[in-house]
């Protein structure tokens, strides 16, 4: 039975991915802050899931230590860990704000949340993942990490840390494939934080960038980095 961890799953690029993989048989466990969201996506997570298969909603922070442990424990509770999807992140500042002027308290949180929460959950999560026959490892990443759009300075440097973190893991643990993926700019709640009061209904559905998660799982395309628009481009052999 193939278990997936998906941080950030009650809404999103995360909920979306969730979905893609119950579609394709996978069991689930899901995270997000709020409960009673993180419910909901649970709820529409059922029906989609094949015979046998069950979604676990761990809802709680990435931050904690003990919301980090409950998830293993859950994906453990279903059988093992085959995925780490990295998704939960924040955007940090909104309105995004120049590096000279970022409060950096502000960036000392986003941080947190997108470089040392992220390895917490990776650090938790190994000694069940490198148990899998196949273990994989999925970091969301950003064009920000690498180049340097103005105001995304806080962002990007959290995305950058992140991407490095798996390259080295990668070297760390070779059974294990690394990814950081770049879904492009998608219609989120976190990019419209980016550019409050500004209309991005011109940006695709998270939906959108599905196909190509879902591709890169089932391949088996060594670690890296990889963009979503060029691996459904190029298409990804299995």
Known sequence: MSVAIVTGASRGLGQAVAEGLAREGWSLVIDGRHPAA???????????LAPGRAVRA????????????????????LGGLDLLVNNA???????????????????RVALEVNVVAQLGVVQA??????????????NVTSDAAVE???????????KAALEH???VLAV????????????????????????P?????????????????????????PSGRYRASELVDAGVSA
């Open 197 to 221: 009061g500004e209309d991005i209904s011109d940006r695709p559905e998270p939906a959108s960038a599905v196909a190509a998660f879902l591709a890169l799982i089932n391949s088996d395309r």
């Open 58 to 77: 761990v809802a709680g922070d990435i931050t904690d230590p003990s919301h980090r442990r409950a998830l293993v424990g859950a994906a453990a509770e």
């Open 89 to 107: 992140g924040t955007l940090g500042a909104s309105p995004l704000p120049s590096l000279g002027d970022y409060p950096l308290d502000d960036l």
């Open 172 to 195: 760390e643990y070779p059974s294990v494939a690394v990814w950081s993926v770049d879904p492009g700019d998608l219609r989120t709640a976190m990019h419209q934080e980016a550019y």
């Open 148 to 158: 340097p759009y103005e105001g995304w300075g806080g962002y990007g440097a959290g």
């Open 165 to 167: 973190l798996g390259a």
């Open 38 to 48: 993180l419910e909901d996506a649970a709820a529409e997570l059922g029906p989609l």
């Open 125 to 138: 999560a190994l000694p069940l993942l490198t148990q899998s026959p196949h273990p994989r490892l999925l």
